[in-house]
């Protein structure tokens, strides 16, 4: 009796168990098929579509101008301070000149003397060697003019009987030797230094003018001037300082005149394109910002920390002074600007198996609509075919629920 009661309660929870499993399973069906899914969602549209790749770069002049100690030596004396604008021509800083001078005066000395030794090679000879040389070939050609009477006499003479054969020889000879005297000094005249001697001349004067002009840039280079008007936005240098040759001495630019070394990622750099529009923004100013263009894109691919880039110099075109040398921005090219575009939110958009596609909302549910894309950036795509203005999209739930065909939705604002 026992026994039968033990079969029929398990009977009984069973049934029981059967039945509430039975009923859970067409309660979540119900509740899968009339949930209505929150959802959020935007509204088609036109507007432009711009599309920016934003990196970091490097602020400096576009002229700029460094001055380096040109020997080791003594700071004489700095005639600005950093920040100070300066006309072009201004004396700036000066060192002790005094060996640098007196290498200067040797080299101006060694240049005159290669100077005269040219132009005499060139003139035939110095003032006193020509002078000589022209009376030289003035008593030669009294001497000829002698000889020649001499002989035009003896031969009358002769032809009266009054002078021997050997007397009329004799001024012959004479005449010989006053004519290949004369020869001799009128080549000298016109040809007195070959070839040779006229190169050597030349390349001591050559020689001379380089080192005058190396002693000349050494003097200047210790008094330093600026080569344009600008500004002074550096001197790691003091008054008395002893610096070793080479050390910087002073930095200046025309700060009205900047450009931003920009480095791209090389899978960027395929986009950047001369011409292209920059913007510019600077932590320290994050209301402001500047613009310019692509003036020269990467050249080459190098390492950079971690990263491989191309460097692109990127012009500035409203400088106002306020972006220092050395000061780290952040530029953003413009690689693609399409105006009037249709175009929805990114995250509206779906691809499966390379075919892309959203979900219109019509009357409630949700309907997959294959779309063509074209352009895009960080937060909108643009849709070439298969939307039009005004329709409304799904962006997703805001309950994590995958959103699906004919699924009923509601738009949470």
Known sequence: MAKARTTTNRTVWIWSGTAIAVALVFYLVH?????????RAAVVERSSLKSTTPTNGKVEPASSYEAHAPFPGVVKAIYVHEGDRVPAGK?????DDTDALSKLATAIAAL????????????????EERLSL???VTKTEMDRDQAQRDVAALEKLQAQGAASAAEVSAAKDRLVAANNSLALLEKKQSERYDSTDIAHAKATLD?????????????NEANVKAPFAGTVYSVPVSKS???????????????????????FDEPQIAKIREGMPIAISWDAMPDREWHGHVERVPATIYTLGTRNVGQALISIDDTDGKLLPSTNVTVSVT????????????????TEQGRSYVYRVINGKLRRTPVVVGALNLTQVQIVSGLHEGETVALGTT?????????AVEIVR
């Open 112 to 127: 005159r003397g290669a100077q005269a030794s040219y132009d005499s090679v060139m003139k035939g000879g110095t003032q």
């Open 91 to 95: 004396l700036l800083l000066q060192m």
């Open 399 to 407: 309950n994590g629920q995958p959103v699906s065909q004919g699924a």
């Open 335 to 350: 690689t693609s600007d399409t105006p009037d575009a249709l175009n929805v939110p990114r995250d509206a958009l779906h």
């Open 241 to 263: 300082e002893y610096v070793q040759a080479g050390d910087k001495l002073l930095q200046m630019a025309d700060l009205s005149r900047m450009q931003v070394r920009a480095y």
């Open 207 to 219: 020689d001379a003018q380089a080192g005058y002009a190396a002693a000349q840039v050494v003097v």
């Open 134 to 136: 022209n009376g030289d």
């Open 31 to 39: 509740l899968a098929t009339r949930t209505t899914l929150p959802i």
